[in-house]
T-cell receptor, first 114, second 112 residues
Framework: GENVEQHPSTLSVQEGDSAVIKCTYSDSASNYFPWYKQELGKRPQLIIDIRSNVGEKKDQRIAVTLNKTAKHFSLHITETQPEDSAVYFCAPRILTGGGNKLTFGTGTQLKVEL | DAGVIQSPRHEVTEMGQEVTLRCKPISGHDYLFWYRQTMMRGLELLIYFNNNVPIDDSGMPEDRFSAKMPNASFSTLKIQPSEPRDSAVYFC??????????FGPGTRLTVL
């Protein structure tokens, strides 16, 4: 199965600074790379995803970059705001006819301080 | 669209009792997933279904856990008998093949 690691496990930044979370995976066949955000007491929600034929994707203040050779992808949040405080999970997988099984990383607790 | 619906939202029970969690996926979605989330183990996939058929139940912790999907709009996760270590938040999620997973609000289970 897929081994997924996230770094760091906790991250504290000042409001307005940038935050970067890295996800390392083991299965070279993985071709879909989503990031989920989970606020305290809430459900995980997809915030951005990328497919392996693209190296980078941006959506306003968030972006994801992919390095398939090194088997890692990263979440970038710029101009952080207090509402960005949450736990972020990566969940790389293979988009095939076999299904949609996700293996979640261990999560990164992001705290944006005023 | 109401999204994925789960019930109950909170469940408190005593050790040894049977617990049944329920999920209604988003209409038209052909995959349904059950996850468990704890501080110690994070977010774990327990089982998932495709077109109502269980595809992978390798994450089901033991025989006390069972899941069914009798039709495209309903699934249950049952724990019998329940134990304190089963206390967790249980999420149901659904998706169409190749598309994003949408999570339900979760059921917070406490076994005393």
């Amino acid at each position: 199965g897929e081994n997924v690691e996230q770094h760091p496990s906790t991250l504290s930044v000042q409001e307005g600074d940038s935050a970067v979370i890295k996800c390392t995976y083991s299965d070279s066949a993985s071709n879909y790379f989503p990031w989920y955000k989970q606020e305290l007491g809430k459900r995980p929600q997809l915030i951005i995803d990328i497919r392996s034929n693209v190296g980078e994707k941006k959506d306003q203040r968030i972006a994801v970059t992919l390095n398939k050779t090194a088997k890692h992808f990263s979440l970038h949040i710029t101009e952080t705001q207090p509402e960005d405080s949450a736990v972020y999970f990566c969940a790389p997988r293979i988009l095939t006819g076999g299904g949609n099984k996700l293996t979640f990383g261990t999560g990164t607790q992001l705290k944006v301080e005023l | 669209d109401a999204g994925v619906i789960q019930s109950p939202r909170h469940e408190v029970t005593e050790m040894g009792q049977e617990v049944t969690l329920r999920c209604k996926p988003i209409s038209g979605h052909d995959y349904l997933f059950w996850y468990r989330q704890t501080m110690m183990r994070g977010l774990e996939l327990l089982i998932y279904f495709n077109n109502n058929v269980p595809i992978d139940d390798s994450g089901m912790p033991e025989d006390r856990f069972s899941a069914k999907m009798p039709n495209a709009s309903f699934s249950t996760l049952k724990i019998q008998p329940s134990e304190p270590r089963d206390s967790a938040v249980y999420f149901c999620a659904s998706t169409q093949r190749g598309r994003k997973q949408f999570f339900g609000p979760g059921t917070r289970l406490t076994v005393l």
